[in-house]
């Protein structure tokens, strides 16, 4: 069984996140997220809007999933934007937790590092928990950090793009420089090996939403995202055997094979 997940106070089972949007229907987001396993669903606001009664069946079953909702600031630019979409989000969807998003570039959607740290600093005296998504700069989370955020969410490439972690050297420097801070990979995982690779790069948890969504059988690839992050978390705990420039035989050639050590002994008999 995997050691729980602490976020913010409040312990989880399962180490996988997933988002709500681009399923091919409510049923079917609902199905896959119970076979994820997740007990944390991300949301945008500007997506759902449960006071006008749009959206309602799937604002029905998120509301009654027993989920900790996440509601993210998805496609805002501007931290005066996002203060204002996450007052909306804390009255509307009654919590305090927030994916923290601001979008520096249409291109890539790389988040805005300046704005980012301005509109965390601001969150968080206004008392959210606030989990920001960065890129893997390690200068620009310890920023995030010293503002109050206690859980990150480095990106493993753009969002949507399934290239899995494309900078392996910035996200292992910020997992050896962070050991104690929780830590989520958010965007570009697209296949569960890459999400089981991040686990077993010591990442606490990961946050997918399109790998799922737009699979063949979202309901498939659910489990089989739950699936790889439970065997990835359990390879990290167990331990990885260190890699070698030269190979090294598996079956040890010390001492005499043992029919030969028979007939030895035959013999001495």
């Avoid at 968080?124 to 998504?133: D, E, H, I, N």
């Avoid at 063949?216 to 055997?241: W, Y």
């Amino acid at each position: 069984m995997m050691e729980k997940l602490k976020l913010y106070g409040k312990e989880f089972h399962s180490r996988l996140l997933v988002g709500t949007a681009l399923y091919p229907s409510p049923a079917i987001m609902r199905e896959a997220v119970a076979a994820s396993g997740a007990e944390i669903i991300t949301l945008s606001l500007r997506r759902q809007s449960p006071e006008q009664q749009q959206g309602k069946m799937l604002w029905d079953y998120i509301r009654a999933s027993g989920c900790q909702l996440l509601p993210n600031t998805a496609g805002c630019k501007t931290p005066k934007e996002v203060i204002a979409l996450a007052e909306m989000s804390r009255e509307i969807f009654a919590t305090d937790w927030l994916k923290l998003e601001v979008i520096g570039d249409d291109y890539n959607l790389q988040p805005d590092p300046y704005g980012l740290v301005e509109a965390a600093r601001e969150l968080v005296k206004r008392g959210f928990k606030v989990l920001p998504y960065c890129t893997d700069d390690l200068v620009v989370c310890r920023k995030l950090l010293d503002i109050g955020c206690e859980v990150l969410m480095p990106w493993g490439s753009p969002i949507g793009t399934g290239r899995g972690l494309m900078n392996k050297y910035n996200l292992q420097t910020l997992r050896e420089r962070l050991p104690d801070t929780p830590l989520i990979i958010d965007a570009g995982i697209g296949a569960p090996s890459q999400a089981a690779e991040a686990m077993e790069m010591g990442f606490d948890a990961v946050l997918l939403n399109t790998a799922i969504a737009k699979a063949q059988n979202p309901v498939l690839m659910a489990e089989a995202f739950r699936l790889a992050i439970e065997s990835g978390h359990a390879a990290r705990k167990a331990g990885l055997m260190l890699k070698r420039q030269t190979a090294s035989p598996s079956t040890p050639t010390l001492d005499m094979p043992f029919w030969q050590q028979t007939v030895s002994d035959g013999e001495k008999a």
